[in-house]
């Protein structure tokens, strides 16, 4: 026993400390930090707004048409003219009850060279030689008859300077119609469905080109909410931005055509595109502090890994606390590391306060560091 005691005390600390405690293993000094600060940055810049959803509804058609019904015809006159007076066909239009009506003329022959007028009451609104075989046609509205007065005079005018002639205007038919509306396809309607991701679409875009128009108002809803009212022509294209919040969007939606009076169309192949808005920007703050060994050299780098490019555009370090900014052209980035060197002029020794963003682009930066 006092051999090995001996044997124990005897031999080196370390050699005696692995005997009593066993292997503990080595300690190894940390590797050196070759950075004053080091953090992860995510996305940043601004999204131009992402496309969630498209449809297509294959075909809508409405038909409103325009037709007269005639309310007074007088048909093969005669009538002359000298210079004294003019023979002439009067109608009273105070009980046409529309809102616009038309006055056809239609001519034979002719004898010297009359003039055909037309007044209301004693407001000419009509004065143009007449022409053998020839039509006129001409609209009176309410608002005409309203200033004028409601007798129509359709007159076989003497022209001319020849006070001794007859002159004479052969009429196939002198006709007064008034308008009416006679609905055969008033509305139409079909039925376009969104997916859960996209029922909540920002902003709703509507592209067609009418296959058929005419020059009578029409107009279009989605679930019941006109996003347009107006006349369309034919074969020009058309392209409509809504609010989705406007148009209360959902799994199962509608889009309705609603013909004006007079109104006949035919939209085909719409095209209707779901978007997120385009987001604001998205910047990121870091706040670090610097010794002072580090503040006594000229610059110092600001590093950052470069992950991924959305969109293209220029990296921005605003540096708040001394109103200094730094920009990294877009063209100058690459996937992957990215040094950017700063003044020290720049920087404080504390409380360095350093926006970045993108006002450009969409970027994603994985670590940013200070070295």
Not at 12 to 36: C, I, K, M, N, S
Not at 162 to 177: L, Y
Not at 242 to 271: C, F, Q
Request: aromatic share 10%; charged share 20%; net charge negative.
């Amino acid at each position: 026993m006092a051999l090995i005691i001996w044997y124990v005390l005897w031999i080196y600390p370390e050699q005696r400390y692995e005997l009593l405690f066993g292997d503990q293993g080595t300690t190894e000094t940390p590797a050196t930090v070759d950075y004053y600060y080091s953090t992860i940055i995510g996305e940043i810049g601004q999204s131009s707004g992402e496309l969630l959803d498209t449809q297509v509804v294959s075909n809508l058609s409405v038909s409103y048409p325009e037709t007269k019904t005639v309310i007074s015809k007088f048909e093969s006159q005669i009538m002359s003219a000298n210079f004294l007076a003019s023979e002439h066909k009067t109608v009273d239009l105070s009980n046409a009850d529309a809102d616009k009506l038309n006055l056809l003329v239609k001519t034979t022959s002719i004898t010297g060279n009359p003039k055909l007028k037309v007044a209301m009451n004693n407001t000419l609104i009509y004065d143009a030689e007449l022409i053998p075989s020839s039509t006129t046609s001409m609209d009176i509205t309410t608002s005409m008859i309203n200033n004028y007065g409601s007798i129509l005079r359709i007159t076989c005018g003497f022209n001319g300077w020849q006070i001794w002639a007859v002159q004479q205007c052969g009429f196939e038919t002198i006709e007064v119609s008034k308008y009416v509306y006679a609905p055969v396809h008033l509305s139409d309607s079909d039925v376009f469905y969104l997916q859960p991701f996209s029922e909540n679409a920002e902003l709703m875009n509507i592209l067609f080109t009418p296959g058929e128009a005419n020059n009578f108002p029409v107009q279009l809803l989605i679930n019941g909410v006109e996003v347009y009212e107006g006349l369309l022509k034919q074969a020009e294209p058309v392209t409509l931005s809504v609010d989705g919040d406007d148009i209360n969007l959902g799994i199962d939606n509608n889009i309705t055509l609603i013909a004006g009076e007079g109104a006949e169309y035919e939209l085909s192949n719409i095209l209707m595109r779901f978007y997120s808005l385009p987001s604001g920007m998205a910047a990121k703050y870091v706040v670090f502090d610097l010794p002072e060994s580090a503040l006594s050299d000229d610059t110092v780098n600001f590093e950052f890994e470069l992950s991924g490019i959305v969109e293209p555009g220029d990296v921005i370090f605003e540096i708040l606390n001394t109103g200094a900014k730094y920009t990294v052209p877009s063209e100058e980035l690459v996937i992957g590391n990215n040094v950017l060197g700063v003044y020290t002029d720049d920087l404080e020794e504390t409380g360095n306060n350093v926006k970045i963003y993108s006002t450009t682009g969409r970027l994603i930066i994985n670590e940013f560091k200070v070295k």
